[in-house]
């Protein structure tokens, strides 16, 4: 339990420490899009702005959710809080579906009145450029730490990044495009825009509910599990081996089939054993046993 403590801790700093960097880049960012595209007349400048104001939104429930979701089991969360975090995905999905609805119908109301497209002033190219490549690099240093600490939540805000600096290109072609005599390819650019950020918000949404329905882990998670319980020594095979996720962690059951012959305290040195080596090897949070006895004979993995 003190090395998930540990574990938490490291956690919750580096999800501070990079978000708070999210934030100002994202602040600097949106403010320069937003007065560059209005000055300029580019609606995907301002729609890319709106994608980064919609980053610091996310930044803030990444941050609400992390203050919580490292407090301990207590009388009313015996699991703990780490729920939380799927949460705070699961939100940040909503508002990234949310805001690409609105690009998208912002876009196509603008595609219906093609005469009234405005030629896009050059400055908005530069401010464009600046973007993709703060975004990038943002996106680099924030899925590096959420491999680090192993962290959905902040691999979620990694891609989030990820996703404005392909919006960022697509606007600086756009605004290429728009001032070489092609009007029509800004509010195209916004509509790409709005298809990204939707996408990204969908794929957000569906795989935080799936975590908070309970689903299972992947395949080849519950193929280590099994490997590494069946290699405990002691342990003859196992049975109604259940996993969920508790945020970034897994949750373990299962049933153990030893020797009908064992005492109970070598019963429990060698559940004991398989947890541990589980625990050790995978981000997971408790591995709860039950001891079946069988005949030696009848033993199978």
């Known amino acids: ?10 956690r919750t700093r580096a999800a501070t420490r990079s978000t708070m960097v999210s934030v100002v880049v994202n602040l ?18 301002v729609a ?11 930044d803030g429930i990444v941050l609400i959710a992390n203050k919580h979701s490292a407090k301990g089991p207590d009388e009313n969360h015996p699991y703990g809080h780490r729920r ?4 705070a995905t699961l939100a940040v999905g909503v508002i990234l579906l949310l805001v690409g609805a609105g690009m998208l ?6 595609l219906q009145n093609p005469d009234l497209i405005e030629k896009v002033h050059l400055i908005a190219l530069p401010v464009a450029i600046i973007a993709l490549v703060a975004k990038e690099l943002l996106f680099r240093y924030l899925l590096r730490v959420a491999k680090n600490v192993r962290s959905t939540m902040l691999a979620a805000n990694a891609w989030h990044a990820r996703s404005d600096a392909a919006s960022s290109l697509v606007v600086a072609i756009a605004i290429v495009a728009n001032v070489m005599g092609l009007p029509i390819a800004d509010p195209l650019a916004a509509l790409v825009v709005g298809l990204m950020v939707f996408r990204m918000g969908w794929r957000f949404s569906v795989d935080a509910f799936k975590d908070l329905m309970d689903q299972a882990v992947d395949d080849e998670t519950e193929a280590k599990i099994k490997q590494l319980i069946l290699e405990t ?8 081996l259940k996993t969920r996720k508790l945020g970034d962690m897994i949750w373990v059951e299962v049933d153990l089939e030893m ?4 005492t ?4 429990h040195d060698i559940a004991e054993a398989a947890r541990k080596r589980v625990m050790e090897a995978l981000p997971v949070l408790d591995v709860m046993t039950h001891f079946d006895p069988v005949e030696h004979y009848q033993s199978s993995k």
């Open 233 to 240: 020594p002691g342990v003859l095979g196992l049975h109604d």
């Open 105 to 110: 119908w912002n876009s196509f109301s603008k």
């Open 264 to 267: 109970i305290y070598e019963g």
């Open 1 to 10: 339990m003190e090395k998930i403590r540990t574990q938490d801790l490291k």
């Open 28 to 45: 600097i960012l949106s403010l320069l899009q937003l007065l560059i595209g209005l000055f300029a007349k580019s609606q995907a400048l």
């Open 259 to 262: 020797n009908g012959q064992l």
């Open 48 to 58: 890319d702005a709106i994608h980064s104001l919609s980053d610091l939104v996310s």
């Open 84 to 87: 939380f975090e799927t949460a």
